[in-house]
Nanobody
Framework: QVQLVESGGGSVQAGGSLRLSCGASGRTFSSYAMGWFRQAPGKEREFVAGIWRNTFYADSVKGRFTISRDNAKQTVYLQMNSLKPEDTAVYYC?????????????????WGQGTQVTVSS
């Protein structure tokens, strides 16, 4: 069983930056593909970025967001720069028992509780 706990959300003005962190329990963290998803009110949960040894980004965040991981600390990060009001959402960390990054929420086995990110114009 893997437990995920996000932190680092908050409120920021457009153009600002935030860094989200996701701490994981479990002995096989390094063999899990990890992802960040987000869900805005009234919208479906959408893929933002994923990482194992490689990374993959949604087009909407490419060039602005950077996902990284520290396997020794069992933590995955999401550095968000040049934030826009449309980035406002609850951000979720997710893990899957595979090394393949996928973009579908249903492919992920473990989820954090979510952290709110609000970007004002």
């Amino acid at each position: 069983q893997v437990q995920l706990v996000e932190s680092g959300g908050g409120s920021v003005q457009a153009g600002g930056s935030l860094r989200l962190s996701c701490g994981a329990s479990g002995r096989t963290f390094s063999s899990y593909a990890m992802g960040w998803f987000r869900q805005a009110p009234g919208k479906e949960r959408e893929f933002v970025a994923g990482i194992w040894r490689n990374t993959f980004y949604a087009d909407s965040v490419k060039g602005r967001f950077t996902i990284s991981r520290d396997n020794a600390k069992q933590t995955v990060y999401l550095q968000m720069n040049s934030l826009k009001p449309e980035d406002t959402a609850v951000y979720y960390c997710a893990g899957r028992s595979s090394v393949l990054i996928t973009t579908a929420p249903r492919d992920y086995d473990y989820w954090g509780q979510g952290t709110q990110v609000t970007v004002s114009s």
